[in-house]
């Protein structure tokens, strides 16, 4: 095959015409006020919450740290349910708070919690449950949710990959106690780093203000520092970016719905080549494009390796799990979920993004056929 001209990646940072960015940090040299919750922090802040539904948003510097400080801010002991086939984010968030992870498994047909295996899991220990709507699949938020609520267990959804979705036309962010978003530059919507936590202070009071004073050193005054904080403050050139991207999200998800049709469309009909599903109720963001391949008709990792040698890199979202990475293989047995270990070595994500041509579609689509 001749060398690629224009290699293809998983994904491809979403940008706005560069004159409307730059209209926006132009005045940035006027007021010199970069950082610290500035206006263009205080304007995403308020769209943010129009366009998630939600009443109450704070802004981070990136999604981990969101996730983190979350998790923190809700002061919980003891362990943790959630599931390993995700972004190692998740466990970390977790484990650097002092907490347990404990993983559940996960449905084969969508990658996220299976609620028919979490009440096993839980234990007088157990605190809280951080779900992932991976790939911007879709929790079975309601079953969760009822399990947690017998067992007074908090639910922070890990919802990283579902930025502006809605389940049965509400919010995504409107589930469980608080949900964590990246804006990070290779999801559907960037602020080129950044994050958030979307929730609702009237059913979590006091959660705003804990998460102000965490992402910002815990200074409550001029001259006081009442809490052990962070630095995880979202600055002004993110916020801006932010703001102008938020403009373009929509059209951005229609070139995405474009791509994915087409790929569904060329692959549903190949033996061996599984679409994962999405809810019925949920208007779907595109983020990714995952299949998974039978081992029976396809080597997962040698189509892999053949795509990257002629300059296509899919990824393998999410290969390893978390359970088996070096830094959790003594404490975390990848065995305990074994519908997650067989899907980590069937998944491929594939190039989705909105301006990838048909003709690009179609070649991936040739290397299952
Ligand atoms: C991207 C991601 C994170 C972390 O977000 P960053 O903005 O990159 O820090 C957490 N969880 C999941 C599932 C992710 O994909």
């Not at 948003?57 to 809700?74: D, P, R, S, Y």
């Not at 919010?171 to 994050?195: C, P, Q, R, W």
């Not at 520092?225 to 403050?233: D, L, S, T, Y």
Request: hydrophobic share 40%; glycine share 6%.
């Amino acid at each position: 095959m001749s060398e690629r001209k224009e290699k293809i990646f998983v994904t491809r940072a979403s940008l706005p015409p560069f004159e409307e960015y730059e209209a926006l940090i132009r005045r940035l040299w006027d007021t010199h006020f970069i950082t610290n919750m500035g206006p263009y922090h205080k304007e995403l802040r308020e769209k943010l919450k129009a366009k998630l539904g939600v009443p109450d948003i704070e802004l981070f510097v990136n999604g981990h740290m969101a996730l983190e400080l979350l998790i923190q801010a809700f002061s919980l002991k003891g362990e943790v349910i959630t599931t390993p086939f995700t972004f190692v984010s998740t466990t970390h968030a977790i484990v650097r708070n002092g907490l347990k992870p404990v993983m559940c498994d996960v449905k084969e047909s969508d990658g996220t919690l299976d609620p028919e295996k979490l009440e096993a899991l839980i234990t007088k220990d157990t605190c809280a449950i951080v779900p992932v709507h991976v790939y911007g699949n879709v929790c079975d938020n309601e079953r969760i949710e009822k399990i947690a609520k017998k067992h007074g267990l908090k639910v922070i959804y890990d919802a990283a990959h579902a930025f502006g979705e809605t389940v049965d036309g509400k919010g995504v962010a409107t589930l469980g106690d608080a949900s964590m978003f990246s804006f990070h530059a290779t999801k559907a919507y960037n602020t080129i780093e950044g994050g958030a936590v979307a929730f609702d202070e009237g059913r979590t009071p006091g959660l705003a203000d804990r998460l102000y004073k965490l992402k910002n050193f815990g200074i409550t005054g001029k001259e006081s520092i009442e809490f052990v904080g962070a630095n995880a403050k979202m600055n002004e050139f993110a916020a801006a970016m932010g703001l102008v991207n938020l403009n373009h999200f929509e059209e951005w998800i229609a070139g995405r719905k474009r791509v994915y049709e087409r790929y569904v469309r060329n692959l549903s009909t190949v033996k061996g080549v599984r679409v994962l599903e999405h809810r019925s109720d949920v208007t779907y963001n595109y983020a990714y494009m995952p299949i998974a391949l039978d081992s029976e008709c396809f080597d997962r990792d040698e189509i892999y390796e053949r795509m990257v040698a002629d300059g296509i890199t899919p990824r393998k979202y999410f290969y390893p799990l978390t359970n088996d990475c070096e830094c959790y293989r003594d404490v975390l047995d990848v065995n305990d979920t074994p519908v997650a270990l067989k899907l980590s070595h069937e998944v491929l994500t594939l190039p989705i993004y909105p301006e990838l041509k048909d003709e690009v579609i179609d070649e991936i689509c040739d290397y299952f056929s």
